[in-house]
């Protein structure tokens, strides 16, 4: 299998490190993982199709030291798992001149993710495109300090405002206006902004995708393409000023 794909796979649910403890389930084709962060304040739901992963279920408790072995591999990936008794205990991972192992670890210590409940409609769908991506990344690096982003919408011109370092107090922040999928008034509600650059980031090869808003206190992520599904569920953030 090509280790890029695999790489992207995990920079998809990771975040830069936001969920680190997860578990993959494969059919031999496709890879799926649902995983939250530790503070809670955003859910990943990720797939992969045509990926020739074994299958199985394989808990990491380390996925940053995963990301760091396959470095040490070519391009090119032969993935078998290694198993004691029925119990999957590590997977062995080999180029033509290299082959390294990566433990597994008991399902127990995995967190377990919610099920997610019928979501509440969304009030406001914002298109995420390559400009609205690189600009929110450029915001947030700019306002690194910021913890949030904000959104908000008069319900005219098919524009929503996406604003990092929103206050009522005369503070530093960047205002993107962003377009929407239809005219629609939404109050002014806030999410992780570090979460949702890291989103972004590692989806930002697909280019389009959408970010859907509720009122009632979530917003979703979507991002389909080049055999990838990523779905994010991001938790409302109270802030006072």
Same mark, same amino acid.
């Given at each position: 299998? %090509?280790?890029?794909?695999?790489?992207?796979?995990?920079?998809? $649910?990771?975040?830069?490190?936001?969920? @680190?403890s997860v578990k993959l389930v494969s059919d031999g084709? &496709?890879?799926?993982?649902?995983?939250?962060? !530790?503070?809670?304040?955003?859910?990943?739901?990720?797939?992969?199709?045509?990926?020739?992963? *074994?299958?199985? @279920?394989?808990?990491? $408790?380390? /996925?940053?030291?995963?990301?760091?072995?396959?470095?040490?591999?070519?391009?090119?990936?032969?993935?078998? *798992?290694?198993?004691? /008794?029925?119990?999957?205990?590590?997977?062995?991972?080999? +180029?033509?001149? &290299?082959?390294?192992?990566?433990?597994?670890?008991?399902?127990?210590?995995?967190?377990?993710? *919610?099920?997610?409940?019928?979501?509440?409609?969304? @009030?406001? %769908?914002?298109?995420?495109? %390559?400009?609205?991506?690189?600009?929110?990344?450029?915001?947030?690096?700019?306002?690194?300090?910021? !913890?949030?982003?904000?959104?908000?919408?008069? #319900?005219? +011109?098919?524009?929503?405002?996406?604003?990092?370092?929103?206050?009522?107090?005369?503070?530093?922040?960047?205002?993107?206006?962003?377009?929407?999928?239809?005219?629609?008034?939404?109050?002014?509600?806030?999410?992780?902004?570090?979460?949702?650059?890291?989103?972004?980031?590692?989806?930002?090869?697909?280019?389009? #995708? &959408?970010?859907?808003?509720?009122?009632?206190?979530?917003?979703?992520? %979507?991002?389909?393409? +080049?055999k990838f599904t990523s779905k994010y569920y991001l938790?409302?953030? !109270?802030?006072? !000023?």
């Amino acid at each position: 299998m %090509e280790k890029v794909k695999l790489e992207r796979f995990i920079s998809k $649910y990771n975040l830069g490190g936001a969920c @680190e403890s997860v578990k993959l389930v494969s059919d031999g084709d &496709t890879l799926k993982v649902r995983a939250h962060s !530790d503070d809670k304040n955003i859910l990943t739901e990720v797939t992969v199709d045509d990926i020739k992963f *074994p299958e199985g @279920e394989f808990s990491l $408790y380390e /996925t940053r030291k995963l990301r760091s072995l396959l470095g040490v591999l070519g391009d090119s990936l032969a993935i078998t *798992p290694n198993k004691s /008794t029925s119990k999957m205990v590590g997977l062995n991972l080999a +180029d033509s001149n &290299t082959k390294v192992t990566f433990v597994l670890s008991d399902e127990s210590v995995i967190p377990k993710v *919610p099920e997610l409940k019928k979501l509440p409609n969304s @009030e406001v %769908e914002i298109m995420l495109d %390559e400009k609205f991506i690189n600009t929110f990344a450029k915001a947030k690096g700019a306002l690194s300090e910021v !913890d949030t982003f904000t959104v908000l919408s008069t #319900g005219e +011109d098919n524009v929503a405002s996406v604003i990092i370092g929103y206050s009522s107090l005369n503070t530093n922040r960047v205002s993107i206006s962003a377009n929407t999928k239809t005219n629609a008034k939404l109050d002014a509600i806030s999410f992780s902004a570090t979460h949702f650059k890291e989103v972004l980031m590692a989806n930002k090869e697909i280019q389009t #995708g &959408t970010l859907k808003i509720s009122s009632k206190g979530i917003a979703v992520a %979507e991002f389909t393409g +080049d055999k990838f599904t990523s779905k994010y569920y991001l938790v409302q953030i !109270d802030t006072k !000023d």
